[in-house]
Nanobody, 126 residues
Framework: VQLQASGGGLVQAGDSLTLTCTAS????????VGWFRQTPRDDREFVAG????????FYGDSVYDRFIITRDNNKNVVYLRMNSLKPEDSAIYYC????????????????????WGQGTQVTVSS
């Protein structure tokens, strides 16, 4: 499974941004997908996860009321819509995937994901 994260950039506090994770190399509808983020001083943090069919989603405590994760299995992509961005959202954002055919629940633990993309930088200025 190859993952490509894109859409990062420099924005101002309060702005919105949408990240895209594009997958290849495996039937996309068999994959659970998640977003994580990391800064130089912190461990990798769970942001959002989505099940193979999009019916189950989980969010990290700091983003649950601002971010939305969705997927389009016809396009092999997962989106992370980030609203009301704050400076503390600044990080490198990684998408991750796990083979989970038919699994009902989204995954939210770091160790549950097997494949990782290269990350995209998000910087939020105050």
């Amino acid at each position: 499974v190859q993952l490509q994260a894109s859409g990062g950039g420099l924005v101002q506090a309060g702005d919105s941004l949408t990240l895209t994770c594009t997958a290849s190399g495996h039937p996309f509808s068999n994959l659970a997908v998640g977003w994580f983020r990391q800064t130089p001083r912190d461990d990798r943090e769970f942001v959002a996860g989505i099940s193979w069919n999009g019916r189950s989603t989980f969010y990290g405590d700091s983003v649950y009321d601002r971010f939305i994760i969705t997927r389009d299995n016809n396009k092999n992509v997962v989106y992370l819509r980030m609203n009301s961005l704050k400076p503390e959202d600044s990080a490198i954002y990684y998408c991750a995937a796990a083979r989970a055919p038919g699994e009902l629940m989204a995954r939210r633990r770091l160790g549950e994901y097997d494949y990782w993309g290269q990350g995209t930088q998000v910087t939020v200025s105050s």
